[in-house]
């Protein structure tokens, strides 16, 4: 049970840490450097409270999923929470170092 709390924590933590560094650099820099289509349409019709929203439901629908199947395939549990924290972790990535080069840039 703590495993599962665990590895759920940290998919979440680790999507919400995406979530606010892409917040932030569409703030500052606008959408057009988003390389998901998906989410440049999205942002399009809604705006950033509609690609939070979409975020918010990915996470949801992720950790029930991984919450439902935990008991009966706990590998579900850790392949499938591995796989959502790294997207979430690359994400973070990306997007911290696109904040920072753009901010480098600005400055020189």
């Given at each position: 049970?703590?495993?599962t709390r665990i590895i759920l924590a940290g998919l979440v933590l680790a999507q919400l840490i995406d979530a606010?560094?892409?917040t932030?650099?569409?703030?500052r820099f606008g959408i057009g450097l988003e390389?998901?289509?998906l989410i440049g349409v999205l942002y399009g019709i809604g705006g950033l409270p509609a690609v939070l929203a979409v975020k918010v439901g990915a996470i949801l629908?992720?950790?029930s999923v991984l919450v439902t199947m935990a008991?009966?395939?706990?590998?579900l549990l850790v392949w499938g929470g591995a796989a959502a924290t790294a997207?979430?972790?690359?994400?973070f990535a990306t997007?911290?170092?696109t904040i920072v080069a753009l901010s480098q840039h600005a400055i020189v």
């Open positions: 049970m703590l495993t606010l560094t892409f932030i650099g569409v703030s390389s998901n289509g629908l992720t950790l008991d009966d395939h706990p590998r997207m979430g972790l690359l994400g997007n911290t170092i």
